[in-house]
């Protein structure tokens, strides 16, 4: 069992930055890819940046590919999300999965890919 838990997010202004955490547990095995997903208010939840757990590889959803950088450290077990030049599209809630999949294209970034989620963490852009 993988256990999942995101911090950092609050309140910020447009144009702002931000960078979320995701703490993870250490019993990681058979786990490949670790994303962050975006929930805005009433829609579905949509990938948003994947990391492969290995080598580090990233692939990102194209409507944020240049605004936010995922990274990993495997030592501290954490995965961090930068977000940069926010907007009020960017408003919701921001959760962080591990899954068993990894791959460059946009279905290994469907929700139904991942096994394990943490709790979320909001993100609010206004002004």
């Known amino acids: 069992q993988v256990r999942l838990v995101e911090s950092g997010g609050g309140s910020v202004q447009p144009g702002g930055s931000l960078t979320l955490s995701c703490a993870f547990s250490?019993?990681?095995?058979?786990?490949?890819?670790m994303a962050w997903f975006h929930q805005a208010p009433g829609k579905e939840r949509e990938g948003v940046a994947l990391?492969?757990?290995?080598?580090?590889?990233?692939f990102y959803d194209d409507s944020m590919k240049g605004r936010f950088t995922i990274s990993l450290d495997n030592v501290k077990n954490i995965v961090a999300l930068q977000m940069n030049s926010l907007n009020t599209d960017d408003t919701g809630m921001y959760y962080c999965a591990a899954g068993s999949q990894y791959g460059t294209a946009r279905y290994f970034l469907e929700a139904g890919r991942f096994d394990y989620w943490g709790q979320g963490t909001q993100v609010t852009v206004s002004s």
């Open positions: 990391v492969h757990y290995s080598s580090g590889a990233t």
């Open positions: 250490d019993d990681i095995r058979g786990i490949a890819g």
